[in-house]
């Protein structure tokens, strides 16, 4: 089905491990972007991206990596996890930096 | 840099109530605004949008926002609220860059 995934759905891991979280588009659209949603804070953008191998930093951006070789795909790496990164993770994609995002499911990351 | 402020961090209502949200941003210039809602463990989706023209429009469920640019505003309302609206609500803004501003957001809870 057309749409945009995330997975894991939910990740348990510990502080300083690795973890990539995926976000993958059936649509082709241009720009992707990551979020964290957290309490009090609402979602703050991590990364985003205009087009394939074309990245950009968000608000939050430190400690994260991101990729984007193909247009449907979009992870995000932790390089080395830490708790304060525990929180939830949306993806979204769009056709136009203007228009409507439409958001994944979200993955529930917690760092112990 | 450009803010949103939604000053009503958490709204309690009983069904039938009518619900005004507020929305107020930084940018002096021109804007596309949002309302996205998430509901309990779903992903965000869109309520509504303004990029010109009337400023006062409609979205879906029978929610409504006014633009009021000289207030830099851009408040929710709902005449009759129910139970089912009982969701999370993110007011967002683009001022025409790459990238969406969201608010802290404002929990609604809405009782029977």
Known sequence: DAGITQSPRYKITETGRQVTLMCHQTWSHSYMFWYRQDLGHGLRLIYYSAAADITDKGEVPDGYVVSRSKTENFPLTLESATRSQTS???CASTSGWADEQY????????VT | AQSVSQHNHHV???????LELGCNYSYGGT????????Y????????????????LVK?????????????FSFNLRKPSVQWSDTAEYFCAVNDNTDKLIFGTGTRLQVFP
Not at chain 2, 31 to 38: E, K, P, S, T
Not at chain 2, 59 to 71: C, D, M, Q, W
């Open chain 1, 88 to 90: 939830v993770y949306f």
């Open chain 2, 40 to 55: 309990p463990g779903q992903h965000l989706q869109l309520l509504l949008k303004y990029f010109s023209g009337d400023p």
């Open chain 2, 59 to 71: 979205g879906i469920k029978g929610f409504e926002a006014e633009f009021i640019k000289s207030k």
């Open chain 2, 12 to 18: 309690i209502l009983s069904e039938a109530a009518s």
């Open chain 1, 103 to 110: 958001f994944g499911p979200g993955t529930r990351l917690t």
């Open chain 2, 31 to 38: 804007v596309n605004l949002f309302w996205y809602v998430q």
